[in-house]
């Protein structure tokens, strides 16, 4: 068991490094993010104390497309250097690749929801200590990145890789996206447990299935 | 064995077009008008059928994919694909009737409930299947791929209708039947479903059969440029 | 008898996607037996070179 943590480690310290080299990259997801909450702002002509289910969408319309563009890197760079193959070669079950991108692709949306979040709470004078929120938006996102780890190394291997990854996934992710959003909007107005908790129990059992099935289906995306 | 072939090809057709006859009669001429929506409701006994047919396409696609990737064979994947294309023409019907239907008797052309949700949704995922088969490098891949995503799609499906239906509980709206459902609705819808199935199956068999010799064309083709 | 009109647009809408999808089927069949038919007639040239 432990062996199994330490090469999905392995696998997930390797990109981390990487990343970290690549700053540029990580910052323009923020920027690209922030500019759709902005966006958004003016074609709504949103105002500070409007409904809060309207301003829960923004938020995961933004978190959203901010993640469809970063999962087309999760698999880019073993593309680009042919590195799947020598991660191939070794002899661990594929699923343990997975686990270890999966890492990689979780701590990148949690790092640009980290930045994007406060951000939105301000621009929407909302109160700033949420962590109903927070719990909310890690339960999400683990939806997210199971899903997106997966569709990333189906689309990298196709032809318009920049588009496919979106086809994909946002038809699938669709579930997670609904209950984040209700389950959200109750918590920026400050009400109590009630529906919430009905929500988050949905986006934990859809995550569960997202990652079982996720992860039984990942070895026939890279055989080759 | 083409002889018998044919012979079962010929039978499946006359009887989808015997039960085509009968649901249309049903429809047009056996069952009584409905009393709240007149005679637009008659799209319901085709639109129904469809919605089934279409589901239980991409099951069956669902099935195949895992039938492909375990044994591997070309011919479980041509019908999955087969499938899911008929499922995709078949959805796009149902996203186009359930419009037609709803703007005489509810005066609004969509709504944001449960089952209209899904099917778009269903639209989309089984329309990203095609176009991830299309996009793929080689046609091996765009198998495998696409049988990922006809497992990881069917699966989804059920997660998407629970979580739009418990949003939209808390907005009831939608389509019910005041006047109630009589029996000769039941018997005419039955019928409808039934001829459309036999629609499906005939459709399956022409178009897996399609892909089949299109692959052995193809596989013939590379042996005897091999040469 | 009002609605009339969209009964006929359902309806027509079916048949025509239905239609058009067999169709495409069958311009699929007959591109495929022209190559068979081309594969066959290379096969055959073959075995008069050989």
């Not at chain 2, 195949?64 to 796009?92: H, N, P, Q």
């Amino acid at each position: 068991m432990n062996e199994i943590f330490t090469r999905i480690f392995a696998i997930f310290w390797k990109d981390m490094l990487i990343e970290i080299r690549s700053k540029e990259f990580v910052f323009s997801v923020l920027v690209f993010a922030i500019l759709e909450l902005v966006i958004f702002s003016f074609a709504f002509s949103i105002r500070a104390n409007m409904a809060d289910m309207a301003a829960s969408g923004i938020l995961w319309v933004a978190l959203t497309f901010g993640g469809v563009i970063g999962f087309n890197r999760i698999f880019a760079v073993e593309k680009e250097n042919a590195r799947l193959e020598g991660l191939m070669l070794c002899p661990v079950d594929r699923s343990i690749i997975y686990w270890g991108k999966l890492a990689g692709s979780f701590i990148f949306m949690l790092a640009v929801a980290v930045v994007v979040t406060p951000i939105f709470l301000i621009l929407f004078n909302l109160p700033l200590l949420l962590p109903r929120l927070a719990l909310i938006i890690v339960l999400a996102i683990i939806g997210f990145a199971a899903v997106g780890t997966l569709f990333s190394a189906v689309a990298i291997n196709t032809r318009a890789r920049d588009i496919m990854l979106p086809i994909l996934f946002l038809p699938i992710i669709v579930p997670v996206i609904v209950a984040a959003v209700k389950a959200t909007a109750p918590v920026l107005a400050g009400k109590a447990w009630g529906d919430i908790l009905t929500w988050l129990q949905i986006i934990i059992a859809f995550d569960i299935i997202y990652l079982v099935v996720a992860t039984l289906v990942f070895e026939f995306v890279i055989e080759e | 064995m083409s002889n018998k072939r044919a012979l079962r090809d010929n039978a499946l057709l006359g009887l989808g077009l015997v039960l085509m006859v009968a649901a249309l009669y049903m429809v047009f001429v056996y069952v009584p008008t409905e009393k709240n929506m007149g005679i637009v409701q008659r799209i319901f006994y085709f639109h129904v059928p469809i919605a089934w047919v279409s589901l239980l396409s991409f099951f069956i696609t669902f099935i195949f994919s895992i039938l492909y990737l375990w044994k591997r064979e070309m011919k479980w994947d041509s019908v999955a694909c087969a499938s899911a294309e008929i499922g995709v023409v078949f959805t796009t019907l149902v996203l186009i009737t359930g419009p037609i239907w709803a703007k005489p008797v509810w005066g609004i052309w969509w709504t944001w409930d449960a089952r209209l949700s899904t099917s778009l949704v269903l639209w989309l995922i089984y329309v990203a299947y095609l176009l991830i088969r299309s996009f793929a490098t080689e046609p091996a891949r765009g198998a495998r791929y696409g049988a990922v995503i006809g497992i990881v799609g069917f699966i989804d499906v059920p997660l998407v209708f629970l979580a739009v239906n418990l949003w939209r509980t808390q907005h009831p709206t939608t389509i019910v039947f005041e006047g109630g459902v009589t029996v000769p609705m039941l018997l005419t819808l039955i019928v409808c479903i039934v001829a459309f199935t036999t629609l499906y199956i005939i459709l399956l068999v022409q178009s897996a059969n399609l892909k089949i010799m299109d692959a052995d064309i193809k596989h013939l083709k590379g042996m005897i440029q091999a040469e | 008898m009002d609605n009339i009109g969209y009964l006929f647009a359902a309806y027509t809408v079916i048949w025509a996607v239905v239609f058009g999808y067999a169709l495409m089927m069958q311009k699929k069949q007959r591109q495929l037996q022209r190559k068979i038919k081309l594969l066959q007639d290379s096969l055959d040239k073959s075995k008069t070179n050989s």
